[in-house]
C-alpha cells in the first residue's frame, strides 16, 4: 500500500445527484492533488492543495468542487456530472509542492466514476 | 508545448521474454523524468527516477535509460513475469515549478 486512501473505490451517480470522493493520506506530506484519468489519455491534473491552500486549479468546471480541511484530507464533491465526465479520479500526495517537478508523489487507488 | 509521447501504445509478449518500451520527450528545460507501473483499478508506482546527468537505472528487472540530447527514454524488462502486466507511464518534470507532463502509456500484458 502507497499510504493514499480513497473512498469509495468505484461510484455510480446519476446527472442530477451529488456525491464527494474521500482522499486521505497517511505519509505526512503537506500536499495532495486530484487527478482525471480517462482511457487512452495522460493523467490530467485538477487540483492542487499545499499546506491547506488550493495552489492551482487547472480550469476544472465548477460542477467539481475540491475541499482540503487539512493537510490529510481532500475531498472531491460532485454535482450534475456529464456522462464524460466518467473517468478514474487519482488522488495523490507529495512532502509539498514548492517543487513539485522534484518531489515524488504517491497515488492512491482511484475511484472508478461513472456517470449515467 | 510539452509533450511525452510513449511507444508502443500496447505491447503483448511471452513470460520469461524481454522487452522495451519507449518514451520520448518534448519537455524544456528537462528537470527529470520518472517511470510509473500502473496495475488495473490500482494508483501508479513510481519504478525510478533519473535525473539530466543519468543515463541509466535500474530497480531489480527493470532498467531505465536516458538520453537528454535525444531527448529519449526506454524501460526495459528482463525476464517479464506475469505480474508485469500493467500500464507504464512516462512522466517527465521541467525545470522550476511546473506540472508534471504525463505520457498516455503502454499497456503491457504478458501470457503464459
Known amino acids: 500500500e502507497t499510504g493514499v486512501t480513497q473512498t469509495p473505490r468505484h461510484l455510480v451517480m446519476g446527472m442530477t445527484n451529488k456525491k464527494s470522493l474521500k482522499c486521505e493520506q497517511h505519509?505526512?506530506?503537506?500536499?495532495m492533488y486530484w487527478y482525471k484519468q480517462s482511457a487512452k489519455k495522460p493523467l490530467e491534473l485538477m487540483f492542487v492543495y499545499n499546506f491547506k491552500e488550493q495552489t492551482e486549479n487547472n480550469s476544472v468546471p465548477s460542477r467539481f468542487s475540491p475541499e482540503c480541511p487539512n493537510s490529510s484530507h481532500l475531498f472531491l464533491h460532485l454535482h450534475t456530472l456529464q456522462p464524460e465526465d466518467s473517468a478514474l479520479y487519482l488522488c495523490a500526495s507529495s512532502q509539498d509542492n514548492f517543487d513539485s517537478g522534484a518531489l515524488e508523489q504517491y497515488f492512491g487507488p482511484g475511484t472508478r466514476l461513472t456517470v449515467t | 508545448k510539452n509533450q511525452v509521447e510513449q511507444s508502443p501504445q500496447s505491447l503483448i509478449i511471452l513470460e520469461g521474454k524481454n522487452c522495451t518500451l519507449q518514451c520520448n520527450y518534448t519537455v524544456s528545460p528537462f528537470s527529470n523524468l520518472r517511470w510509473y507501473k500502473q496495475d488495473t483499478g490500482r494508483g501508479p508506482v513510481s519504478l525510478t527516477i533519473?535525473?539530466?546527468?543519468?543515463n541509466t537505472k535500474s530497480n531489480g528487472r527493470y532498467t531505465a535509460t536516458l538520453d537528454a540530447d535525444t531527448k529519449q527514454s526506454s524501460l526495459h524488462i528482463t525476464a517479464s513475469q506475469l505480474s508485469d502486466s500493467a500500464s507504464y507511464i512516462c512522466v517527465v518534470s521541467a525545470g522550476g515549478n511546473e506540472k508534471l507532463t504525463f505520457g498516455t502509456g503502454t499497456r503491457l500484458t504478458i501470457i503464459p
Open positions: 505519509l505526512g506530506h503537506n500536499a
Open positions: 533519473m535525473t539530466f546527468s543519468e
